[in-house]
Each structure stands twice: as structure tokens, then as C-alpha cells.
């Protein structure tokens, strides 16, 4: 394990942010549902994509790894029994892959680590008791085998525990024999997670009829047609970026889709209401800012770029607040912890409530010894919060970036960060 020392300096430069790993998730899933050979383009093999590959290889689905790209043949998915899949620490491929993996006859074993374990299932037991699925847990701990087939339904699901739940169903449902509903039984949080989903489906050949959110038509007997694919930037990594040049910084981030329905372009309209400047240049776009006033920040439709926006509400002129943030508690480490201490472990001013954050914007950050979680948003936060301290920054376990942005530290230091690699005994 290693840590990082991070002395200030001011980031300069053009960067290209990885692609987004929402859509390229998406995009493995689709083509390795179509019966046909697909290419996916502009991929990065984070911890997280490599995991949701190895899912669908247990599958049956021939996946060539080359590169930036994947050549995906999906003939044999589905020819493959008695599978294992090994979710890492990834959320995504884990509820994307519990309904996808029972589409036909199977006996699936899911484990994976970190907190994946902790991070609730609830709802599919729920759907395993009324289908008569076998399945057996491990509390806390990812060790789930499931025995059966998912069967067409009327299904219920609670719309504030994860979209990830749907968006499963969502790719599962129509390759099933008969018709099937999705109703949201409570508001829907994360909207642009699921327009993700249905863009992609839609691009793959699969039609869903959505009834303004509140329930999912789903027709089954449906057939995902073999498509090539590019996947755009990433929002959510993009994030780091734009907060670095609305505190100051001088980055141009390039290959990024204003037009993209990513729930974390939010971070633009986010940056835009503290009284950041929002310009498309040459190279691409960039954020500047006089001074960044307070806000309000609802966390509920883009909670993975909360902690870097905080570096934002932390230096900003005023007293803002973090609302709807509850789901952070179930993420890598529990991100409205982990982000209020470190903040203020840097001489920020945050107040942690149940399910948000107050920050007293203060002028600039002192420095000091910081804990990354073993969370790649928490580590990739205090490096771009390192830049407006007065002092070094150390953070550890530097290796957990590698979950969605291997090459976040090349790319620091390519626009000017000074950083020290310091190895740690274990």
C-alpha cells in the first residue's frame, strides 16, 4: 500500500477525462445480450469494468479485450451454468447482474469486497420470496448464491434506495416470455441513471414504454440487436476538473458531451449556481470563477460527485448546505463521513447531519495527513483540494483510484501537480 504526498501547486492544461463507466457498463451488458459481434470504443479497464467483463464471460459471452476496445459476441451468452461472479467492489455490476444471471435456469454465486457486502439486496430478496428463487446470504458480507429463474411479473420498487435495482430488471426483463411492470413505489432519485439505461437499450434494439418514471412497460419476448458503440467522457470523473477550475485552477477538459443525459453533468449546473463560468473553448470546456458564492446542493439525482463539490462549498463565500445525501452512507465508505472529516481535517468548516452536510466556506485549506477511506472519490477530492492549500497533503492507500480512474495520478501530473509517491509498511 502507498500514500501520496501532494504539495500545492496550481493544475495548468488540457486533460482528457476517461469514459464514462455508467455507459460503458451499459454498453458491455447490450452487446453481450445481442446475438450478434459488437464493438464497444474508448474503453478504460477500471477495477469496475473489468469486473462487470468477467461477469458476462461467466455467462458464456466471448469478450475480446484489446486496448480501448472490446469485441463482443453474445451468441453464447446464457450457455454457461453454475456461474461465479466476482463483483470486486462494484455495485453496479453486482444488481446489474443479479437479474441478468436468472434470465434463464442458474445457480449463481456472487462474492466481491470492501463494503459491497454491506450495501442492501433487500429488494431483490423481496422479489426471491414471491418468485419462489432460492438464495443464501452472508450478513455484511458479499457471499450470495441464487438458485433459479427470474420469472415476468408485476414488480415494486422503492424509487430512494438505488437505481441500480431497476436498471437490472430494466436489461433482464425483456428477454423473458411474457409481459412485465415496474411501478416506483416512492419518488424516484437518480432519474439519469435510468435515462442512461434506456438510451442504451434503445440503441441496442430494446423498447420500454416509461410512464413518466412512476412505472416501466416492459414487453418481453424482446431480442438485443448487435451494435457498435463509443462511450463518451465521463461526467462523474469530469467532476474533479471542473471544481479544480472553479477554485482556481486552469484546466480544459476535452471530449465531453453537453448534451449527454449523465445525472453528474449536474456538476456544471451546480458550479454555474455558486457563480462559476461555464465557457466552451477550442480544446473543450472550462470553468472559471471570480469568487464562488454559498448554495444548496440537492445530492439525490448526482450522488457521486458530492464530495468534490464540497471542495467547492468549502472555499465558497458563505454558509451552504448538502441535503438529500443519505445514500452516500452506502457507498465505498460512508462519503458524508469521510468527506466532512477530511474537509475538516484540512481547516474546512463542515457540520455532518443524518443525511447532509452544513460547510462555512472558508478562503483556503491549511493542509495535513488525510485517509483516503480506501475510496477512490474521497482520495481524488483531497487531490483536487491539495491545490488551494497552503501546505502538503498527504493521502493514503493512492491505489484506490484504480476502482473507475487508473490513470487519475499520470493525468494530475501531466497539468502540473507535484506529487511524492511515500511507500507504506504494511
Known sequence: MTAVKIT?????????????????HRAIICASLAKGVSRIDNIEYS??????????KSLGTKIEEYDDYLIIDGTTTYTKQNSEIDCEESGSTLRFMVPISIVAEN?????????LGKRPLDTFYEIFERQNIGYIYKKDVLDLYVIGKLKPDHYLIPGNISSQFITGLLFALPLLKGDSIIEITSPLESKGYIDLTLQMLDQYGIKIINNNYKSFIVRGNQEYSAHDYRVEADFSQAAFYLVAGAIGNDVVLKDLNLDSLQGDKATLDILKAMKATVDVVDEGIK?????????TVDASQCPDVIP???VALALAKGKSEVVNAKRLRIKECDRIEATSSQINELGGMVTELSEG?????????????????????????????????KHAIIIDNMECVEKSYPSFWEDYQSLGGIIDVINVEK
Open 47 to 56: 477495477k469496475d469494468i473489468q469486473a462487470t467483463i468477467k461477469a458476462m
Open 107 to 115: 445457480r449463481v454465486h456472487f462474492i466481491g469486497r470492501g463494503n
Open 308 to 310: 468534490v463539490v464540497c
Open 287 to 295: 470553468v472559471t470563477a471570480q469568487e464562488l458564492v454559498a448554495a
Open 8 to 24: 500545492p501547486a496550481k493544475l495548468q492544461g488540457t486533460v482528457q477525462v476517461p469514459p464514462s463507466k455508467s455507459l460503458a
Open 357 to 389: 452536510m452544513i460547510i462555512e466556506g472558508i478562503n483556503e485549506f491549511e493542509g495535513g495527513n488525510c485517509s483516503s477511506y480506501n475510496d477512490h472519490r474521497i482520495a481524488m477530492m483531497l487531490a483536487i483540494a491539495a491545490t488551494r492549500c
